[in-house]
């Protein structure tokens, strides 16, 4: 059985103004990785203010998410809930065509569908 100890992790070193970065080939990944976690949290974020009828930081949350990355469907999707909910019929069919442009979703079609023609 082989110590903790004698794990050893490929490094890469790089010497910058006598201070030594140590950085994990995984990192990229590994930014990569928490940063969709909390684009997500803020999309789950965003769906629970929308539960509660609070709109403006339910939009505050999908705005911030879709600033950084104005592609991502589920932010887009919970987006179109709000404003169609607000009644502002005419933004709620825009993201909705957003979102199906990114990703075909029945749902979202049938609920493009159902919003009140303006």
Do not use: H
Request: glycine fraction near 0%; charged fraction near 30%; hydrophobic fraction near 45%.
């Amino acid at each position: 059985m082989s110590d903790a100890s004698s794990l050893k992790l490929p490094l890469q070193k790089r010497e910058t103004s006598s201070r030594i970065f140590v950085r994990m080939p995984c990192a990229p990944r590994l930014r990569a990785a928490r940063a969709d976690s909390v684009e997500q949290a803020q999309v789950d974020l965003a769906r629970i203010d929308t539960l509660a009828n609070r709109w403006d930081e339910a939009r505050y949350c999908v705005q911030a998410v879709l600033a950084e990355d104005p592609k991502n469907f589920e932010a887009l999707c919970v987006y179109a809930f709000v404003e169609a909910d607000l009644q502002d019929y005419r933004a709620a069919a825009a993201l909705c065509r957003r979102a199906l442009a990114i990703e075909d979703s029945p749902a979202i079609r049938l609920a493009l569908t159902k919003l009140p023609q303006q």
